[in-house]
């Protein structure tokens, strides 16, 4: 069984920083089609960083300020938020699926996601 847990978030001021957490078992982050997503009252999933083996891409929107890694010993993705703005506010997921959404940052493909965690930027 998959299981995807996510930490880190919290609440900063604009230009803050925080860094994410994605804890999985059942699957190797290493070798799976992995990366975040956010989501906010009434909008739909904005994918916005994945990794496949060696391979990141990133939303416009969050591109040179957030950096997706991993830690293969520890099974473990992350996600390192700097320059944080208002609008970056969201629940945050970690979640893996097939190639798509590793290569088109295609939320919707995602088939597996954790509980999430908040991330609140006040201006």
């Known amino acids: 069984q998959v299981q995807l847990v996510e930490s880190g978030g919290g609440s900063v001021q604009a230009g803050g920083s925080l860094r994410l957490s994605c804890v999985a078992s059942?699957?190797?982050?290493?070798?799976?089609?992995m990366g975040w997503f956010r989501q906010s009252p009434g909008k739909e999933r904005e994918g916005i960083a994945t990794?496949?083996?060696?391979?990141?891409r990133y939303a416009n929107s969050i591109e040179g300020r957030f950096t997706i890694s991993r830690d293969n010993a520890k099974n473990t993705l992350y996600l390192q938020m700097n320059s944080l703005k208002p609008e970056d506010t969201a629940m945050y997921f970690c979640?893996?699926?097939?190639?798509?959404?590793?290569?088109?940052?295609?939320?919707?493909?995602?088939?597996?996601w954790g509980q999430g965690t908040q991330v609140t930027v006040s201006s």
């Open positions: 979640a893996a699926g097939p190639r798509p959404w590793c290569n088109n940052l295609d939320a919707r493909q995602a088939s597996v």
């Open positions: 059942g699957l190797q982050a290493s070798t799976n089609c």
């Open positions: 990794m496949y083996i060696s391979t990141s």
